[in-house]
């Protein structure tokens, strides 16, 4: 029994489309050959059912143009138009269609191949950017049916990422497939001109200058949004965008844009990305290259090579596998063994050498020690001199002869000195000071030490 896709309501047979919301009600049959099975995908022209061919088994998809539409001459003579486009351009990268026709109803409806992948910006809204070495393969892809499409006199007009699908095919996993001509230009010398005067078709933010005033556009319209799309997927951002449609046109029309360098510093993305992303977004259409100038400049950028040399010197460094003599880094990987190899034999004068020096330093230690526990024996002839005689430093043979009231203060005081009792005879002002360690006279300690130390070489 025929059911509605969206609310699920069955009805009898003979009836096509849901009364309550217009849907097509599953399974239908198109001309006795197409099954359609359910809804993949429902845009402002139309809707994309999932169906199988019932005679071959095969899976395809079909894409309906809406009713109201379809009665349209303009739009119906343009959904023709894109299905005819896509199969005379016959490009691997274009989806490929295989059928046209219409529904019980009237529907406008094509069969293309089934596209099982994932469009560009829903990749680009998970990911915000691609690395160049991902990004440029894509675009020159996309360069190649844009290519094979203007052979064909045929301008796409609407090239962004939701009409650029990325499939698994052939151990690819990024292959191309550029979908949507239903607002193409096509030269039709038997058909006259479907889009009006000063008519805008297209998306506001990859329209080139000239779609943006309603004149004529040509190929290089396809070039213009094929930079943009370069533009945003190297860098994450669009070029132009201003607050509303009207703003982000204007911008296209007077703005000139930022280097993609520029904008996003911190990638590094290489000066030959911006001129040939600048060039592709002149104002002026004569100023853009071609379609295959642009391809073979994406293909001629230096980041991607550039990334693979730096991966491989990276590696052939870490690696121990030997480098050739010529290289700077090889003399510096030959001097490493060499040094490793040579340095075990000094080891044992090392050791010795280390051994004697350690009982150099232990006889040392020992002689500073031992001259260390001589001052208790210092002060013995203290004694034997009278009190009063103690005026001036030992250093000093004419101290003994000197009064006590002629000291000097500036002569150093001995701790003897600062434990006598004041009288008023002696007008010395003494400043306590720590009582420092006697020691024997300082000319005996570097001999005891020179006689002690030994040679240790």
């Excluded at 880094?329 to 050791?351: G, M, N, Q, W």
């Excluded at 004694?383 to 005689?389: D, F, L, M, R, V």
Aim: proline share 12%; aromatic share 4%.
């Amino acid at each position: 029994m025929p059911r509605c896709p969206t609310c699920q309501s069955e009805y009898g047979e003979g009836v096509v489309y849901c009364p309550q919301d217009g849907q097509a009600l599953l399974p239908m049959l198109l001309e006795g050959r197409y099954r359609l099975l359910s809804l993949v995908g429902e845009g402002g022209m139309g809707m994309v059912y999932l169906a199988e061919h019932i005679g071959l088994g095969k899976r395809v998809a079909v894409k309906v143009l809406r009713g109201e539409l379809s009665r349209d001459a303009i739009f119906a003579r343009r959904f023709e138009l894109e299905a005819i486009a896509a199969s005379q351009i016959g490009h691997e990268n274009i989806v490929d269609v295989t059928d046209l026709g219409r529904t019980p109803s009237g529907e406008l409806f094509y069969v293309m191949e089934l596209l099982e992948g994932r469009s560009l910006s829903a990749v680009l809204r998970r990911e915000r950017l691609l690395p160049l070495g991902r990004a440029i393969p894509i675009l020159v892809q996309v360069c190649r049916a844009l290519e094979a499409a203007h052979a064909r006199g045929i301008v796409h007009r609407d090239v962004k990422p939701q009409n650029v699908m990325l499939l698994a095919r052939e151990g690819r996993p990024d292959f191309v497939k550029v979908v949507d001509f239903g607002i193409s230009k096509i030269s039709n010398p038997q058909g006259g001109k479907l889009t009006e005067a000063g008519a805008i078709l297209g998306t506001a933010n990859y329209m080139a200058p000239e779609q943006a005033t309603g004149s004529e556009v040509d190929v290089q319209a396809d070039v213009y949004a094929l930079g943009v799309l370069t533009y945003e997927l190297c860098t994450g951002t669009l070029p132009f965008r201003g607050e509303n449609t009207f703003a982000t046109m204007l911008q296209h029309l007077e703005a000139q844009a930022e280097p993609p360098s520029k904008r996003r510093p911190e990638l590094g993305l290489p000066p030959e990305l911006d001129a040939l992303v600048l060039q592709a977004l002149a104002k002026e259409p004569q100023a853009r290259p071609s379609m295959a100038r642009f391809r073979a400049g994406l293909e001629a950028l230096p980041a991607g090579p550039r990334s693979i040399v730096l991966t491989q010197e990276l590696s052939s460094a870490s690696s121990p596998a030997p480098v050739p003599a010529a290289a700077p880094a090889v003399d510096e990987a030959a001097l490493a063994p060499t040094t490793s190899s040579k340095s075990p034999a000094p080891r044992p004068r090392r050791t010795w050498a280390l051994v004697a020096g350690a009982a150099a330093v232990l006889v040392v230690l020992a002689a500073v020690l031992f001259a260390s526990r001589q001052p208790p024996a210092a002060p013995v002839p203290a004694p034997a001199s009278p009190p009063a005689q103690v005026s001036a430093p030992p250093q000093d043979p004419a101290a003994p002869a000197t009064p006590p009231q002629q000291v000097q203060p500036q002569a150093p005081v001995s701790p003897e000195r600062e434990r006598l009792p004041l009288n008023g005879t002696v007008e010395v002002p003494l400043k306590k000071l720590p009582p420092p360690r006697v020691r024997k006279p300082a000319s005996s300690e570097p001999k005891k030490v020179q006689d002690l130390k030994p040679n240790p070489f």
